[in-house]
């Protein structure tokens, strides 16, 4: 990893999890120059008038203010969460780095292993949901599968738990 700009891939679903960890990373890890990359995986059946054309390889990078503007995220089947975008936006003009969104449809534990490798991600960071040991032997743990197979360094972030009220 060179000392000067990283690529740090952020795994983003607009759960509580990942939510944390936007917040954790902008708080904790990123550092002036750094290069974020929020990384969306639609399900293969999503529906996006741009799926054909760049369903292998994901969708061009979009520059964060792009991203923000309604119509960009509407032609993608995208729902982003305000307060993750006015988090990332803060960061890019405070710590003067670059925020770009990219779009993959498909399985998201391969995906985003793929995207770790597409962008050359110096490090990756991403939410958990905290599944117990049987949903997930069940469903499976994308932030577990990320960890094993991904070619660069993994940050999980627990998300916020629920208290029993």
Not at 124 to 149: D, E, M, W
Request: glycine content about 8%.
């Amino acid at each position: 990893m060179a000392a000067g700009k990283r690529t740090i891939g952020m795994g983003m679903d607009y759960s509580p999890s990942s939510k944390a960890a936007a917040r954790w990373a902008v708080d904790n890890l990123v550092k002036a120059g750094d290069r974020i990359i929020l990384v969306h995986v639609l399900p293969k059946g999503a529906d996006a008038s741009h799926k054909e054309l760049w369903k292998n390889t994901g969708s061009p990078l979009i520059p964060l203010p792009e991203f923000m503007e309604m119509n960009v995220q509407a032609r993608y089947g995208l729902n982003p969460d305000k307060e993750v975008l006015e988090i990332l936006q803060a960061a890019s003009k405070a710590k003067q780095v670059e925020v770009l969104a990219k779009i993959y449809w498909g399985d998201a534990r391969e995906k985003l292993c793929e995207a770790v490798d597409d962008l050359k991600a110096d490090l990756f960071v991403l939410g958990c949901r905290g599944l117990g040991p049987l949903k997930r032997a069940l469903l499976g743990s994308v932030s577990n599968y990320v960890v094993n197979n991904a070619t660069c360094p993994v940050t999980v972030v627990r998300g916020p738990t629920m208290s029993s009220a």
